[in-house]
Each structure stands twice: as structure tokens, then as C-alpha cells.
């Protein structure tokens, strides 16, 4: 993934598509709540984690699935921003790229508040 | 739309704060700049809930009986509203966090489907970029000189096992891992 535009683009599709069959099964009851499938195992969004971090001590966390979800998909702004930076070196002309969520959602989804 | 109003009085040692035209807050303005000192020295964990509970901590509006011993108390633990802070949020499960927080409009029902939906349309966009904006493999590894060490490809590692450790639970063991790799920061 690391040296493979292919390898990255086809690492990204299958994450993309484990979203896809996770929220094939999710189920939300009610706000705030939720639950998926995972392995045959039912997670909830509040389930119990172990967050195992190296940053650069070995810590070790109790968190929860929904949290862990979150922080990956804010990570990632964080890393895609990191990317436009290094891309802003080799590529002159960057399409829109590294947007929040918040933004994302509000281009995407269409709404409105 | 939540309006908020926050009026002084009594020497600003008052504090009200008012969210459509009804007061669910009163405290004592010494107080939260007492909780700000404190909060310097806290988790930042800590810090979150703290704040969280003072903001969304819902008591009637009563006359001020305020006397100026309490008012001249210097231990944050012995103030009424900062030693009444339940404990941490993460012991209470986010659906009854949601239900019971008067700041969350409950016209606006986040469901772990959500949670979902973001993350893969953050991935989305770094796969879009790949598909229309890079054309060589050597793109990936080029070491950046505003940030030595960072590579495109390093990136894009890092946030793809990042999700799928995430996602991909092996049997009897949940656990998440971050910063396995250095550029992972």
C-alpha cells in the first residue's frame, strides 16, 4: 500500500466495501446506539476495547468501538492533510482534497444545517 | 436553533445561562475560573467531562443565596457546583449521554450507521485523489521535504490499518492499536 498506487487503491476499495457490508448490517435502534456484525460477533457501538498505543510507550487504554471509529475517521483528515502537503510538492494543479467531515457531509449528503 | 443568553449580575459573581428563554444553569463566576485553574493541571480526558457536566448540568433556577464565605473559598472541592461533577462520561452509555443533554438537539439522531457512512466517505476522497491526480508509483515514496520522514504512501498506510484493525476484530480479543509506525504522529 505503501509503494503501489494499484496496491493503495485496491487496500482503500476493500475498506470501503467492509464499510459497505458493516452497514449492511448495522442496526440502529435509537439515536446515539447501534450495533454490527463483525467476524459473527455483535458489536456495539459502545462496546469495551483495548486501545493498544505506541506513541512511542506502550500504553494501553480501555475505549470503546464507536470511539475508536470516530477518532479513525478524524485521523484520517489528519493524514490526508499530511498528504496534500507532501502531493503540493510533486503535483502543481491539487483537486479539493483533505476536507472535514463536517464538510464532507454537508457536499455529499446535501444537508442543509 | 438553541438561543443563548448569559446575563450578569451581583458583581459578575452570577452567572446565568439561559437556552430557550428557560434557565437550566446557575453557578458561581469565582467558581468557573477556579475550574479553569484546575483544569490546567488535569487529563485532558478529565478535562472534557468536567466541562461537559458543568455545561449540561441542569439545576432550577433558584433566588441567589450566595454568602460571601463560600464565596471566598478556595478549594474547588468544597464549591457547590464543581463538587456535585458526576463521574467520568465514558461509564455511561452514549445513548443516555444524548438523551439526557439538553445541547444535543434530539431532531438530529446520530446512530452508529452514521459513524459508518463518514468513515467511508473520508476514504472515498483519499481514493478519488489516487485515481485522478497520481500517475507513478515512485509518487507514493517521495519523501516530503516540508515534513522529513512523510511519504504519500506512508499516509495512506497509516489510516488503512488504523480502520481495519478497527474493523477487522479477531475472536475473544477487541483492541484497537495506533502509532505502530513512526510516521504515524
Known sequence: MESSLQGAYDALTDTVKRLDQLLATCSDREHASGSVTVDGRTLNIDETMTLNAVTPHMQALQTSFGRELWFSALHAIHHWSMVRVVAGELVSDMPRFASCQAFLIHSFLGYSN | ?185
Open chain 2, 1 to 185: 436553533m438553541l438561543k443563548f443568553t448569559v446575563k450578569f449580575a451581583h458583581q459578575r459573581l452570577i452567572t446565568r445561562l439561559v437556552i430557550n428563554n428557560s434557565p437550566i444553569f446557575l453557578c458561581i463566576y469565582r467558581e468557573i475560573t477556579a475550574y479553569q485553574k484546575l483544569a490546567a493541571h488535569r487529563s485532558s480526558s478529565q478535562l472534557i467531562a468536567a466541562r461537559h457536566c458543568v455545561t449540561v448540568t441542569s439545576r432550577p433556577l433558584a433566588p441567589p443565596r450566595v454568602s460571601r464565605v463560600s464565596l471566598t473559598r478556595k478549594t474547588l472541592t468544597t464549591t457547590s457546583a464543581l463538587a456535585k461533577i458526576p463521574p467520568l462520561m465514558s461509564v455511561i452509555p452514549s445513548e443516555e449521554i444524548s438523551m439526557t443533554n439538553p445541547l444535543l438537539p434530539a431532531s438530529q439522531p446520530t446512530g452508529l450507521s452514521d459513524l459508518l457512512h463518514v468513515s467511508q466517505i473520508v476514504l472515498l476522497q483519499a481514493r478519488d485523489l489516487l485515481f485522478t491526480s497520481f500517475v507513478a508509483d515512485e509518487q507514493l515514496t517521495y519523501k516530503s521535504k516540508l515534513m522529513p520522514g512523510s511519504t504519500i504512501g506512508t499516509s495512506l498506510s497509516s489510516i488503512g490499518s488504523c480502520l481495519v484493525v478497527t474493523l477487522r476484530q479477531p475472536q475473544g480479543n477487541i483492541y484497537a492499536m495506533r502509532g505502530t509506525t513512526s510516521s504515524c504522529c
